[in-house]
């Protein structure tokens, strides 16, 4: 299943303004201004989260792939402490759940994950590893627009995305 959040179909080009964005929040959910992917997505995951501070990361992550946006065939799959999917030859340590979530198969820039931390694990410093380590050219193919890593309690987000999934338009012939 693994192999799948990588595999390779047609390329894509990353936009021609091209940057990627991070999301920096301060604020409450309905403060944020969610107009892309990942800050949408993270918008969810606050409310569920807040919601049930008991919410396992599983259940989070398939609440997040619910979304109405996502237009692909969604996946989660629990994972391991180690080499993750998205951050090069970082090990990815301090979390007791973990579960990653994207697309099942297809060549869209989409990675995501859901960490229920370890008691005493210092959420800043897991949260900087993350972002510290994130590649947004992960996948061969194609190449990420944003990067999205919060925390609500013991919880961390994280997603790598394109900034919408609307295609652009195709010249008429």
Request: proline share 5%.
């Amino acid at each position: 299943m693994a192999v799948s959040f990588v595999g390779c179909g047609k390329s894509e080009s990353s936009d021609s303004s091209g940057g990627s964005s991070v999301v920096e929040d301060t604020k409450p959910a309905e403060e944020i201004k969610a107009d892309t992917v990942g800050t949408k997505l993270y918008v969810d995951f606050k409310e569920k989260a807040e919601a049930d501070s008991a919410a396992t990361a599983q259940s989070l992550a398939d609440a997040v792939m619910t979304n109405p946006m996502i237009q692909f065939m969604p996946m989660t799959m629990p994972i391991e402490q180690g080499l993750l999917s998205g951050f090069g030859n970082a090990e990815i340590k301090g979390f007791k759940e973990g579960v990653m979530f994207g697309p099942a198969i297809g060549s869209i820039p989409f990675v995501g994950y859901v960490f229920t931390l370890d008691d005493g694990t210092d959420a800043e410093a897991f949260v900087k590893t993350l972002k510290d380590n994130a590649d947004l050219r992960w996948n061969i193919c194609v190449e990420a627009e944003e990067m999205v890593c919060e925390t609500v309690g013991d919880k961390v987000f994280f997603v790598m995305s394109p900034k919408s999934f609307e295609e652009a338009p195709q010249p008429e012939m």
